[in-house]
């Protein structure tokens, strides 16, 4: 049993409520537009950090971190890209590995929207965790934190920042 924290769009902007939220969390994945090296390093210090990288990060980032990741994470078969789409609207970068091989979840950001939405053609969960930075037209600055459970969804909770 894993608890995981999810989070995407800091765009370089650090919130100690991260460390708050995150504390009680086994690993915590972001789903790109990290924004700054320093962000992903503090990250790490609460608990291992998984990431892709987004379409602002430079350098840097690109070098710590991959477009595209996917992993084992219990028994779920886990995606996560930055650029993704959602049920229904996959990116095209994205879409053929999503169709061809589906994963269990399938983690994107960059809309800055949050989304929790259930495929029921293929069998997975998608979820955009909204962005927990400053930067961007979102009102809510939001994060999740799940449970995975050998091949179970448990416990998933949505934060909101601004409160």
Known sequence: MKRIGIISDTHAFWDEKYVKYFSTCDEIWHAGDI???????RLN?????????????????RLM???????KCEDVDVLMKHIGGYPGRYD???AHKIYN?????????HSHILKVKYDEQLHLLHINPGAAGLSGWQQQRTLVRLT???NAFKDLEVVELNR
């Open 92 to 94: 095209a970068s994205i």
């Open 101 to 109: 091989n589906p994963p269990q979840l399938f983690i994107s950001g």
């Open 148 to 150: 995975i459970d050998g």
């Open 65 to 71: 971190y991959p477009e595209i990741l996917r992993w």
């Open 45 to 61: 210090e609460i608990c291992p950090l998984r990431a892709v990288h987004g379409n602002i990060d430079g350098g840097d980032v």
């Open 35 to 41: 924004g700054s090296t320093e962000v992903a390093e």
